[in-house]
Nanobody, 127 residues
């Protein structure tokens, strides 16, 4: 499995942007699909975005389309989540997760399919 470390969270005002990073180590990251999830207090963990091994295929739930952008940079073994126009309801712990795939175009969208998880990074948005 890969080891994942998230960073980039913080306390921001509504309307601000953040770029979260998910750095991988331990194994070649290029064979892994990655997902970003978030969990707010008292709520279920939910998918924010997913990206394939190749980086060319991405998925956003309908509720996440428009303000979230997932991307990956192979040179640094990092997957990013850009969040624009942050709102108080975006306040949550954001996690990245990775899982091995055999197809460069495949990605997972269910948290149960991912075996490698980071520790999370807190995003707090004030109004």
């Amino acid at each position: 499995q890969v080891q994942l470390v998230e960073s980039g969270g913080g306390v921001v005002q509504a309307g601000a942007s953040l770029r979260l990073s998910c750095a991988a180590s331990g194994r070649a990251f290029s064979n892994y699909a990655v997902g970003w999830f978030r969990q707010a207090p008292g709520l279920e963990r939910e998918l924010v975005a997913a990206i394939s091994w190749s980086g060319r295929d991405t998925y956003y739930p309908d509720s996440m389309k428009g303000r979230f952008t997932i991307s990956r940079e192979y040179a640094s073994n990092t997957v990013y989540l850009q969040i624009d126009n942050l709102q108080p309801e975006d306040t949550a712990v954001y996690y990245c997760a990775a899982e091995y795939v055999r197809s460069h175009g495949y990605y997972y969208t269910d948290a149960a399919d991912f075996r490698s998880w980071g520790q999370g990074t807190q995003v707090t948005v004030s109004s």
